[in-house]
C-alpha cells in the first residue's frame, strides 16, 4: 500500500502522464526517451504498441526505478494487466471500467486507473476500488466536466486524456484535476521524426504544469 501511494503521489508531483504509442517497440522507446529529456518521468507504454510486453522490461533496463515511473496502458482484461505488473509496470491504465482489472491490480496493490466517461462509469470505478478515475475521452467534454462531475462526486480524482493540450491545461487543473495524461499532442513530433520536438514539447508542458501549480 505504501509502494502505491508513493507512486501516487509521483504522479501528483510531476502533474503529467506521457502517453506513449508508436508502430514499434523501438519507435515507443525513443519518444519515451525524448519525453524523459523534456523532464517528464512518468511513462505510459500502451498495450497498443506491437510487442508492447517487450517494451517494458526493456524500458526498466534502460532508465531505474528513481528516473522514471513506467505504466502500462489500454489495458483491456486481467490476462494484460496481470503480466504488466509481472514485466514490472508500476501503474495500469484503462481506457473503461473492467472491475475485474481493477481487482487484479488491487490484488499485487498496484496503482491503477480505470477509465470512465459518464457519472454511473466514475461511480462504477470508485465502487470496484479504482485508485484514480482516468477520464476519457477528454476532448468530447472540455475541462469543465471535471467541475460537474466532483459537484455530486467530490471523493473522485481525476486523471484527463485526451484533449489535453498547452492552452488548456491550466483549465484542467483549475477544475480539480490530480494531473493529467497526454499523448499526441505531446509526442507528434515523432510521426515525422522529429524527437528533438518531442522534448521541447515535453519541456513546455513541465514548465507550464510548474507554473500553475506555483499559483
Do not use: H
Not at 459518464?118 to 477528454?138: M, Q
Not at 460537474?148 to 491545461?169: R, Y
Not at 480539480?176 to 518531442?198: I, Q
Amino acid at each position: 500500500m505504501l509502494k502505491k501511494m508513493r507512486n501516487l503521489q509521483r504522479i501528483m508531483d510531476t502533474g503529467i502522464i506521457a502517453v506513449i504509442r508508436g508502430d514499434t517497440v523501438q519507435q515507443a522507446l525513443q519518444v519515451a526517451e525524448a519525453v524523459k529529456k523534456g523532464g517528464i518521468d512518468i511513462i505510459e507504454i500502451t498495450m497498443t504498441v506491437p510487442g508492447a510486453m517487450d517494451a517494458l522490461p526493456q524500458f526498466k533496463q534502460k532508465f531505474p526505478r528513481d528516473e522514471v515511473l513506467l505504466g502500462a496502458g489500454t489495458v483491456l482484461d486481467t490476462e494484460t494487466a496481470r503480466l504488466t505488473i509481472l514485466a514490472g509496470a508500476e501503474f495500469v491504465v484503462s481506457p473503461g471500467l473492467n472491475p475485474e482489472v481493477v481487482k487484479m491490480c488491487n490484488r499485487y496493490q498496484v496503482l491503477n486507473m480505470a477509465g470512465s466517461m459518464t457519472v454511473n462509469d466514475v461511480i462504477g470505478a470508485l465502487e470496484a476500488g479504482s485508485d484514480v478515475v482516468k477520464f476519457f475521452p477528454g476532448n468530447l467534454f472540455g475541462p469543465q466536466v471535471i467541475k460537474t462531475l466532483k459537484g455530486p462526486l467530490p471523493q473522485a480524482e481525476f486523471i484527463p486524456t485526451g484533449g489535453v493540450n498547452l492552452d488548456n491545461v491550466q483549465e484542467w487543473f483549475r477544475f480539480g484535476c490530480l494531473a493529467v495524461g497526454v499523448g499526441s499532442e505531446l509526442t507528434r513530433g515523432a510521426e515525422k521524426g522529429d524527437y528533438d520536438e518531442v522534448t521541447r514539447t515535453a519541456a513546455a508542458f513541465r514548465e507550464k504544469i510548474m507554473e500553475i501549480r506555483k499559483g
